[in-house]
């Protein structure tokens, strides 16, 4: 492979052009670029200062973590596609490998879509992952929570990048890539899912991007990620604070071997005899809540508005004394509806509490919150909610996400025993493997609520959950939220971070009573650009069916009541409340 030194300091498919774009951000008023129309060096055309970045070699000096460096593996020009929300500027497409230390950890595999000069914004946005990832995100793509009616990152004009944070899942791993832990045996691969990829992917892709653009650098650079990539967004803003100009964090799990620790007590819990509701009772459950609570707001509209002042008694669906474990489907004899034993009705009411433990972690975490399962949030969500199947050894396909990914931490991660029972370990009090969970828990936790030096730095950080999320719980967030005003200060916090609860959102909008979104990129040019803070933000319903129907964007604690009156599908008719 030929190779040069530098002279200055879900994986996409080929696009075939459709229409050219307008003019994105960055060009003049009467339409021209304020830019030279070549990419790269000047005088080379942009499809050849692309394919021209191919062997590029990436010194180790210019990533901020010990690697062996890095080499441009591929370099593709892409021609412009799409219209209107879906249109994409015409792009070069970057793929890279950096190199690991450990010469058995796996390469950090990342990938560029680098605008033509005369579309670039003079902006970056590197994208988070999900679960354990694995795969490169999309970089054509948007972000967590992103309105229907806005172009992406790419399509606005930004220099967009992510990786697979060091490791490669296969393709038809099952259920989902995003569950396979097994990378998590090699020390160097771990410590780049924990975190450590984010720093090498953003510096390594940062001195690609300069190679292109000959020698410039973004003006702004945001990061976006929602779950594993929530994380992601706050670990940078934490440990990098100088990095990232604004950070979008959707759903994160922070605190993630927290999170890991009660997946596992969720998944003992859920494996005893008659513990596990069916996919009818958890359907009978979330009807029961709504039916309660969903009009607490002012309005039945399927979505409960004040989660935290939802008080809903799972006992009022106990079954009959007669029924002793609980019934998944109506009676064909009098038709009598599903309903909960008595063991069915404590575990719903455990994993709907806070878990303590009384052993110390390497973060200092103590506890996990619980999930919303008793104010809103919905256990029948495919793949991401309870499942279908009470967890076993080995762990069924159909069971919970979060059981199958205790399993994978379990094997992986905390045994190193691909064949270890992950039921067997009691995460209240897990003995031998004590001392590796409080590892785990330093590495993996990313819970630092001082964000001074990014407040400094002049960064800006949205964040964002939805309060039926049933894989990472919004109240979790609210933690963290809270621990950041206390070591800040409410008004200080004001000045650099706002906090949104979606009433109804779930975990990646799948199938929610309330699909979120809203233009979070155009708020973070806003307040990083022009130092305007979001005012009166509007939440947008997404999902099929919803007619676009709105809500205020409501900055923790408050949450949107109906006023009484007015079309209830406009924000405008509703009034933020605490």
């Known amino acids: 492979m030929r190779r040069r030194t530098a002279t200055v300091a879900m994986v996409a498919a080929t696009l075939v052009a459709v229409t050219m774009t307008p003019t994105a951000p960055g060009a003049t008023a009467d339409g021209t670029s304020s830019t030279s129309s070549k990419s790269g060096t000047s005088g080379t055309s942009g499809a050849a200062a692309c394919t021209d970045l191919r062997g590029l070699d990436i010194p180790r000096a210019r990533i901020g973590l ?34 690991p230390v450990d010469r058995a950890a796996p390469a950090i595999r990342l990938r ?26 999309d970089v054509t793509g948007n972000v967590p929570f992103a309105p229907a009616g806005k172009r992406t990152p790419l399509g606005r004009g930004y220099a967009v990048f992510a990786s697979d944070s060091g490791h490669q899942t296969p393709p038809d791993h099952k259920p989902t890539p995003s569950l396979d832990g097994s990378f998590g045996t090699n ?18 892709a940062l001195f690609v991007l300069g190679e292109h653009y000959a020698g410039q650098q973004p003006r702004r650079s945001f990061f976006a990620g929602g779950s594993t990539g929530g994380r992601e967004a706050l670990a940078v803003a934490q440990r990098w604070p100088r990095d990232f100009d604004g950070v979008l964090a959707v759903y994160p799990a922070w605190n993630a071997a927290s999170l890991d620790l009660f997946f596992g007590y969720a998944a003992r819990l859920l494996s005893r005899p008659g ?8 359907r009978l459950l979330h009807r029961a809540v709504l039916d309660a609570c969903d009009g607490d707001d002012g309005l039945r509209d399927g979505v409960v508005s004040d989660e935290a002042g939802c008080r809903f008694d799972p006992r009022t669906l106990r079954c009959p004394e007669d029924t002793v474990s609980g019934t998944d489907q109506a009676d064909s004899r009098t038709g ?65 996400y979060g059981v199958q990914f205790w399993e994978q931490w379990v094997r992986y991660f905390v045994t190193r025993d691909p ?3 992950s039921l067997s370990l009691d995460p209240r009090h897990p003995g031998r493997w004590r001392h590796r ?65 979606v009433p109804g959102a779930n975990h990646a909008n799948v199938a929610p009573a309330f699909a979120a979104g809203w233009d979070s990129v155009g708020a973070l040019e806003k307040w990083t650009e022009h130092g305007r803070a979001p005012h009166r933000p509007v939440v947008t319903d997404t999902g099929p069916g919803a007619d676009g129907r709105t809500r205020p964007l409501c900055a923790y604690p408050e949450w ?3 006023d009484g009156s007015g079309d209830p599908d406009e924000a405008r008719n509703f009034t933020c409340h605490r």
């Open 560 to 562: 949107p009541r109906y």
């Open 275 to 282: 513990a596990f509701p069916g996919p009818a009772q958890q």
């Open 437 to 501: 969970v409080s590892e785990l828990a330093a590495l993996q936790d990313v819970n630092d609520p001082d964000l001074r030096p990014f407040a400094r730095a002049g960064g800006k950080l949205l964040l964002l959950h939805g309060t039926a999320d049933e894989l990472v719980s919004h109240r979790s967030t609210v933690e963290y939220f809270q621990r950041v005003r206390k070591v800040m200060g409410k008004r200080a916090t004001e000045r650099f971070a706002r906090f949104y609860l």
């Open 66 to 99: 010990p690697t062996r460096g890095g080499t441009v593996t591929s370099a593709q020009p892409v021609p412009p596609s799409g219209e209107g929300a879906a249109a994409l500027v015409p792009y070069c497409r970057v793929d890279a490998e950096i190199h």
């Open 112 to 137: 560029l879509a680098l605008p033509d000069r005369e579309h670039w914004n003079h902006r970056a946005m590197m994208l988070g992952g999900g679960g354990y990832n694995g795969s490169i995100p």
């Open 187 to 204: 020390d160097e691969a771990l410590r780049n899912f924990a975190g450590d990829a984010l720093k090498k992917t953003r510096d390594a």
């Open 419 to 421: 064949g270890f029972d």
């Open 336 to 400: 009598a509806p599903p309903c909960l034993s008595g063991r069915q009705i404590r575990t719903v009411e455990a994993l709907s509490s806070p878990l303590r433990w009384k052993y110390p972690l390497g973060s200092g975490e103590r506890g996990y919150p619980g999930f919303p399962f008793l104010s809103g949030a919905d256990m029948t969500t495919p793949l991401l909610g309870m499942g279908s199947t009470a967890p076993a050894n080995p762990m069924p396909l159909d069971s919970g």
